[in-house]
Antibody
Framework: EVQLLESGGGLVQPGGSLRLSCAASGFTFSSYAMSWVRQAPGKGLEWVSGISASGGSTYYADSVKGRFTISRDSSKNTLYLQMSSLRDEDTAVYYCAKAASRYYYDSWGQGTLVTVSS | EIVMTQSPATLSVSPGERATLSCRASQSVSSNLAWYQQKPGQAPSLLIYGASTRATGIPARFSGSGSGTEFTLTISSLQSEDFAVYYC?????????FGQGTKVEIK
């Protein structure tokens, strides 16, 4: 059974940094692309960042480009999202998602809440 | 960026009735379109990919159609567990984009 477990969320001040982690199990992590998708309170889904299976290609939404960095460690079966220069509008539940053969998502974690507030 | 527009924002349907949800892309995404269901307090779950292929374990009452810029998700006979928010997503190019969602509520 595929399991994705996010961690690292919490309260951070504007301008601060946070690193999210997503521990994966139940599948060959190194064979699948992964993404982060967020959802602000009461709002819809917003794709944030994606990374290829090898880690050699990364993609970002314009809203986070230059501030967020996605990475993966296949030795630890873990996906990361390093977030810096955080803004109020980054407040959201952040989901990690496993891509299927293309970049649609067949498994999702339960999410971790990031709150940016002074 | 490709903009995905879903309609209606809210759909009120009685159990057992048919629900038709629409998703329009601002430019062609071919068949690179997925549908997700999200229930309150839960993560989204995949329903349809490739515009019309049901994901594993998805009941036959869910069907997807369309290509290019116009897509439809049809739920043939709504069950109580189908009342939720539905999102479309294009994965034709970067950045990927989601529609704003359609809430299917009990009439």
């Amino acid at each position: 059974e595929v399991q994705l477990l996010e961690s690292g969320g919490g309260l951070v001040q504007p301008g601060g940094s946070l690193r999210l982690s997503c521990a994966a199990s139940g599948f060959t992590f190194s064979s699948y692309a992964m993404s982060w998708v967020r959802q602000a309170p009461g709002k819809g889904l917003e794709w944030v960042s994606g990374i290829s299976a090898s880690g050699g290609s990364t993609y970002y939404a314009d809203s986070v480009k230059g501030r967020f960095t996605i990475s993966r460690d296949s030795s630890k079966n873990t996906l990361y999202l390093q977030m810096s220069s955080l803004r109020d509008e980054d407040t959201a539940v952040y989901y990690c998602a496993k891509a299927a053969s293309r970049y649609y998502y067949d498994s999702w974690g339960q999410g971790t809440l990031v709150t940016v507030s002074s | 960026e490709i903009v995905m527009t879903q309609s209606p924002a809210t759909l009120s349907v009685s159990p057992g009735e048919r629900a038709t949800l629409s998703c329009r892309a601002s430019q062609s995404v071919s068949s690179n379109l997925a549908w997700y269901q999200q229930k309150p307090g839960q993560a989204p779950s995949l329903l349809i990919y490739g515009a019309s292929t049901r994901a594993t374990g998805i009941p036959a009452r869910f069907s997807g159609s369309g290509s290019g810029t116009e897509f439809t998700l049809t739920i043939s006979s709504l069950q109580s567990e189908d009342f939720a928010v539905y999102y479309c997503q294009q994965y034709y190019n970067w950045p990927q984009t989601f529609g704003q969602g359609t809430k299917v509520e009990i009439k």
